[in-house]
Nanobody
């Protein structure tokens, strides 16, 4: 099992910045990719950014150029630095971890952290 705990959400004005953190514990050696998803009220959960254990990254078009995902493998922690925030970035942000295929390609989720961007 893998446990994920997010932190860093909050209320920020448009144009501001936030840095989210997600610390993994448990069977962290099984993890391959980690990432961030978000879900706004009435909308489906969507990928924000992801990063593999090798450091390859992927971003949603809506955040590309404004956000940076990074990973500290020694601390089993993934970060999401978000800049130039917009009201449409308001959502609950969830940390995600996916295990290596040899460990069943399982997905784990954090409890979510609220990000609210005021106009």
């Amino acid at each position: 099992q893998v446990q994920l705990v997010e932190s860093g959400g909050g209320l920020v004005q448009a144009g501001g910045s936030l840095k989210l953190s997600c610390a993994a514990s448990g069977r962290t050696f099984t993890i391959n990719a980690m990432g961030w998803y978000r879900q706004a009220p009435g909308k489906q959960r969507e990928l924000v950014a992801s990063i593999t254990s090798g450091g390859s990254t992927n971003y949603a078009d809506s955040v590309k150029g404004r956000s940076t995902i990074s990973r500290d493998n020694a601390k089993n922690t993934v970060y999401l630095q978000m800049n130039s925030l917009k009201p449409e970035d308001t959502a609950v942000y969830y940390c995600n971890a996916v295990t290596k295929p040899s460990y069943g390609f399982r997905a784990y989720w954090g409890q979510g952290t609220q990000v609210t961007v005021s106009s």
